[in-house]
C-alpha cells in the first residue's frame, strides 16, 4: 500500500498551478447516476478513465463486519420494511443487512473488501469514516483533552479493522470524517496513511482540525471555497468566514478537495478557485483527469 504524497510537497512550479485541472472523484461511486456506495457503482465510475480517485462511506455491522454505506440505517437507500429499515446499522447482522437491494437495483448492500476488490489498483480510494456503531458521537467539532480521549476510544476498534481491510491491498489511500476521535485514531493507528479533516460550517473548527492532525488534506463543502452566488437553486444557507481557504491551505501543504458538486457552474468556480479535487455525484461536471493524487497540493 502506497500513501501518495503525505508531506503535501509542491508538485508544479507557481506559474503551472492555475492550469492544473482539479482531480475528479467519484462520490459514493456518482450517487447521481449510480446505485451509491455499491460494487456496480464504483465499477462503473472508474469505467473507462472517468476517474482515478473513488470515494466510499464505511460503517460496522452488529458482528464487526465493515460494510460500505452512508446512512445510519436502512430506510432511505433499501428495501427493507419499516421494522428493520429504521433500526440502526450497527445493531443488524450483515445477513440481515444484505438481503436488501439499494435503491432498487440488483445491488446489496457490500462488505468493504468487495468494494475495494472491484476499485481497480491504480486508482485512490478516499475512505470517508462514518459511524463507528454508536449514537454518542459529536459531529464536526473540536474536543478537550478528556472527551478526545473517550472519543478516540469510541473510534479505535473499528478503525483498525477498516484500516487492515484496507492496506491490505495496492490502493492509494487517503481517510477522512468529520470526527475528531476518528481522525485522532487513524493517526494512531497508521501514521502514515493520508487523512482529510472534513468541514461541515466553520471554517475554524475545520482549520483547527486540520492543523491538530496535520492532515494532508482538507475537504469543505463547495460553497465554503466559492461563496454561494453560483448555485442555480438559488443562494446556498450559511455564510462563511472570509478567508481564501485554498490559499491557507495550499501554504499549509495540504489539498484541497471540495464536496458535493452536481453542476458544471460549481466545478467551474472550483477550478478557478484552484481546489485540488472535485468531489462529484455526476461524472459530466468532473474534468478529465490529469492528477490521480488527492493528497498532493500544487
Not at 446505485?35 to 455491522?61: F, K, L
Not at 433500526?87 to 448492500?109: F, K, M, R
Not at 481491510?165 to 501514521?191: C, K, M
Amino acid at each position: 500500500m502506497t500513501s501518495g504524497n503525505p508531506q503535501g510537497t509542491l508538485t508544479t512550479a507557481p506559474e503551472q498551478q492555475a492550469a492544473a485541472q482539479p482531480n475528479g472523484i467519484a462520490h459514493r461511486g456518482f450517487a447521481g447516476v449510480y446505485p451509491e456506495n455499491t460494487v456496480a457503482a464504483v465499477e462503473a465510475a472508474v469505467a473507462d478513465g472517468q476517474v482515478s480517485t473513488v470515494e466510499i462511506d464505511v460503517m460496522p455491522t452488529a458482528e464487526g463486519e465493515i460494510v460500505v454505506f452512508h446512512d445510519d440505517d436502512l430506510s432511505r437507500l433499501t428495501n427493507a420494511p419499516k421494522s428493520v429499515a429504521e433500526t440502526d446499522l450497527w445493531e443488524l447482522s450483515y445477513d440481515t443487512i444484505a438481503g436488501y437491494s439499494v435503491l432498487g437495483t440488483d445491488q446489496s448492500v457490500p462488505l468493504l473488501s468487495d468494494v475495494l476488490a472491484a476499485i481497480p489498483p491504480e486508482c485512490t480510494v478516499n475512505i470517508e469514516l462514518k459511524n463507528p456503531g454508536s449514537a454518542e458521537l459529536r459531529f464536526a467539532e473540536t474536543l478537550d483533552e478528556s472527551t478526545l480521549a473517550a472519543a478516540t476510544d469510541r473510534w479505535r476498534e473499528f478503525v483498525g479493522r477498516v484500516l487492515d481491510i484496507a492496506t491490505d491491498g495496492a490502493h492509494d489511500l487517503l481517510v477522512s470524517s468529520f470526527y475528531e476521535g476518528a481522525l485522532a485514531s487513524t493517526r494512531e493507528l497508521a501514521p502514515s496513511v493520508p487523512i482529510a479533516s472534513v468541514f461541515y460550517d466553520s471554517v475554524d473548527t475545520g482549520l483547527e482540525l486540520s492543523r491538530r492532525y496535520d492532515v494532508e488534506a482538507i475537504h469543505p463543502p463547495w460553497n465554503m471555497v466559492t461563496g454561494s452566488a453560483l448555485s442555480i437553486d438559488g443562494p446556498v444557507s450559511g455564510s462563511f468566514d472570509d478567508v481564501d481557504l485554498v490559499a491557507l491551505a495550499h501554504a499549509e501543504g495540504r489539498a484541497v478537495n471540495a464536496w458535493t458538486v452536481t453542476t458544471w457552474q460549481q466545478a467551474a468556480a472550483l477550478g478557478r478557485a484552484g481546489v485540488d479535487g472535485i468531489i462529484a455525484d455526476y461524472p459530466g461536471v468532473c474534468p478529465p483527469h490529469e492528477r490521480s493524487d488527492p493528497n498532493a497540493s500544487p
